[in-house]
């Protein structure tokens, strides 16, 4: 069974930033394409960002582009969104997810273990 825990999230004032990690258990963390995700209050659940199994492959979704990166490290089987330059708009839980594609997706239904989420509030 693989666990996803993140944390790293809180309240920031808009421009500032945030590094969220995502602690995955198991030893298959590396053959797994990983994604970020976020849902704010009545809205659905959007993509954020995915990374390749080994980070040298990204993709952002236009909102966020230029602002946050997403990578990796495989050895401490942890995934990391850092967020810069932060709006209140980004207000949200963020939820970081194990890909069951060999390719990009954006769809989370294609997503098979998620995190309990970390909640990331900017202030205007």
């Known amino acids: 069974q693989v666990q996803l825990v993140e944390s790293g999230g809180g309240l920031v004032q808009a421009g500032g930033s945030l590094r969220l990690s995502c602690a995955a258990s198991?030893?298959?963390?590396?053959?797994?394409?990983m994604g970020w995700f976020r849902q704010a209050p009545g809205k659905e659940r959007e993509f954020v960002a995915e990374?390749?199994?080994?980070?040298?492959?990204?993709y952002y979704a236009d909102s966020v582009k230029g602002r946050f990166t997403i990578s990796r490290d495989n050895a401490k089987n942890t995934l990391y969104l850092q967020m810069n330059s932060l709006k209140p708009e980004d207000t949200a839980v963020y939820y970081c997810?194990?890909?069951?594609?060999?390719?990009?997706?954006?769809?989370?239904?294609?997503?098979?273990?998620w995190g309990q989420g970390t909640q990331v509030t900017v202030s205007s």
């Open positions: 990374i390749s199994w080994s980070g040298g492959s990204t």
């Open positions: 997810a194990r890909s069951t594609r060999r390719y990009v997706t954006l769809n989370s239904n294609e997503y098979d273990f």
């Open positions: 198991g030893r298959t963390f590396s053959d797994y394409r």
